[in-house]
């Protein structure tokens, strides 16, 4: 059982890691091995915009440092997606993530799109952001719901939104930790 964390957030020890930290923690504590995806430590570039992955199904023309991620996103048992709100949407990280996925959705004959990802996984999402209400950025943490989880046939199994990050710093929230952990552990039991 093999568990991807694509990690969005350019701080490895602030609110989005440590909750994601702790969500492979309980994924291991099921059985899991874990890998982890920093997005801003990868010699990474977004989407060259070159649509080979419309004939070449599945397989993004770019190679870089996102390169062996991708392909683990098509071989692994679970995944796990986090990012902070930053301007009032996902942090530009993770968009360039997502935009590179396209090469995972090859064309649906007569219009639409397919998933190159082999059914029976699961996701979790992780989201921290200033702003006290969860309610705030709901749309935009849908979409990415969707397109990094859902619109590829991913099975979502849970979902943290921490809020207030300035007032209560994710790591110092024993319930909220607690609740990742075990969102990791349904990830993999
Ligand atoms: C450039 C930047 C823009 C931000 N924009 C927003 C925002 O629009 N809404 C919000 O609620 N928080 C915003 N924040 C706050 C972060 O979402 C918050 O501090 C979050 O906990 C950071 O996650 P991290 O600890 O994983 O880096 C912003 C922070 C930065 C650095």
Redesign the pocket.
Known sequence: MQVLAING???KK????TLIHAMLDGAREAGAETTEAHLHTLDMKGCMGCLSCRTRHGICAQKDGLSPYLEMMKTCDAVVIGC?????RICGQMKLFVDRLYSLYPPKEGGGYLTAVPPGKRFALVI????PDAE??QRSIRWLAGMAGTGLGIEEVGRIV?TD??VLAAGKNRALLEEARAIGRKLVE
Request: hydrophobic letters at 15%; a positive charge.
């Open positions: 957030s350019p701080r602030g609110n989005t890691s902070p709100i930053y301007m009032y921290s952001q200033g702003a705030q950025y921490h990050s300035h």
